[in-house]
């Protein structure tokens, strides 16, 4: 299936206008798509609209999860499921996917045929999916910084810094290079959720990298070919998130007592 993608960058850096033009998925490498994959938060949208499973084969980033509707993310969820062939008694997931070529409705039943990752993603999805109000935190319970893990000593790991004057920051795990390093915006609390509106990124562009697993922007191919910019969006991403209780663990392998965490997305978050 041939489908084009095309990212406009508009950067403040410089006086010019960037555009990456995708003419052909299939004959595009996968590494090359996946490292722009997350500019417009796109990914989930890519897998429904254009029926590209290489997406699959990667965990989906809350960001890519958190903009689409609850219809959307069943379709999404069932996609991993039709790429193993399911034979589906809902006629509109069917029909849905009978438009893509790669579908063969063969079993009833893929859960065997499920790989680690599907069934990481079908978990993460059905976390928004499955979404329900949590009138129990405010705005002084979520400010401060947020990690997805504890602190390693090579990158930068994936993190959320909310601010007292309504301001939020996403970070990408930099192990993991993609053209988008931050996204910013404005959040509010709303009927149990956590609603933000993305209105930029920050955007590192270089040649695409050949090393799947990097700590470093030189790893890509190129070196330290690459420039910034930011794109700025004139309509703001409306995102929604699921918030938990708090949660107290131990770690032992830091001999960190009670470290506050929360549920935000699908990441138990530590509070730094």
């Not at 084969?57 to 993310?73: C, F, P």
């Not at 007292?164 to 993609?178: A, Q, R, S």
């Not at 990124?201 to 050949?210: L, N, P, R, T, V």
């Not at 922007?217 to 998130?241: A, Q, R, T």
Request: charged share 25%; proline share 3%; hydrophobic share 35%.
């Amino acid at each position: 299936m041939k489908c084009k993608l095309i990212f406009m960058l508009f950067f403040f850096q410089i006086p010019t206008i960037y555009a990456k033009e995708i003419t052909d998925i299939e004959e595009t490498t996968n590494a090359y798509i996946r490292y722009y994959s997350n500019i417009g938060f796109s990914v989930g949208k890519i897998i429904i609209n254009n029926g590209y499973l290489p997406f699959l084969e990667d965990v989906i980033h809350d960001l890519d999860l958190a903009v689409l509707t609850k219809r959307e993310l069943r379709i999404l969820r069932n996609t991993i499921f039709a790429k193993h062939g399911m034979i589906f008694r809902s006629n509109d997931l069917t029909i849905h996917f009978s438009k893509f070529n790669w579908y063969r409705p063969l079993h009833n039943n893929v859960d065997e045929q499920l790989t680690y990752i599907d069934k990481i993603n079908i978990s993460n999805i059905q976390t928004f999916e499955n979404m329900k109000p949590n009138n129990n935190f405010n705005k002084s319970d979520l400010v401060g910084k947020w990690l997805g893990s504890y602190p390693v000593a090579s990158g930068y790991i994936n993190h959320i810094i909310i601010n007292n004057d309504n301001t939020i920051k996403f970070g990408y795990n930099e192990m993991h290079p993609k053209a988008a390093r931050y996204c910013k915006g404005k959040y509010r609390i709303e009927n149990g959720y956590l609603i933000v509106s993305i209105t930029e990124q920050d955007i590192c562009i270089g040649e695409y990298f050949h090393n799947g697993f990097s700590s470093v922007v030189d790893d890509m191919d190129g070196g330290n070919n690459y420039s910034m910019g930011k794109l700025e969006y004139e309509k703001p991403i409306k995102m929604v998130f699921p918030i938990s209780d708090l949660k107290e663990k131990y770690y032992d392998e830091y001999d960190i007592p009670n470290r506050i965490i929360r549920q935000i997305g699908t990441y138990d978050r530590i509070k730094m």
